[in-house]
Nanobody, 122 residues
């Protein structure tokens, strides 16, 4: 059973930066890993994804140029570097891993972390 544990969330002012980290217990049957977020009153949405073998990355339009997803297989960690943060980035951020092909879809991910909260104030 793959276990994911996020860390690195917190409160920051607009324009600031945060780096989220996700510890991954193992890579069994993992094709891609991603970060999702869910703002209060809104549906969960995909933010960024990385395919484990090719390291191809994908981003939601709302975060392109500001967020960077990366992985460190030796440390079994997934990262999300967030820069130029905006109040609309405020959300609970979730790490996800799975064997699916559609990075933007929750159905592609069998394993989820508990989330780490990010608050961006104006």
């Amino acid at each position: 059973q793959v276990q994911l544990v996020e860390s690195g969330g917190g409160s920051v002012q607009a324009g600031g930066s945060l780096r989220l980290s996700c510890a991954i217990s193992e890579y069994t049957y993992i094709r891609s890993m991603s970060w999702f977020r869910q703002a209060p009153g809104k549906e969960r949405e995909a933010v960024a994804a990385i395919y484990e073998r090719t390291t191809d990355t994908y981003y939601a339009d709302s975060v392109k140029g500001r967020f960077t997803i990366s992985q460190d297989n030796a440390k079994r960690r997934l990262y999300l570097q967030m820069m130029s943060l905006k109040p609309e980035d405020t959300a609970m951020y979730y790490c996800a891993a799975g064997g699916g092909y559609t990075w933007w879809s929750e159905a592609s991910y069998e394993y989820w972390g508990q989330g780490t909260e990010v608050t961006v104030s104006s």
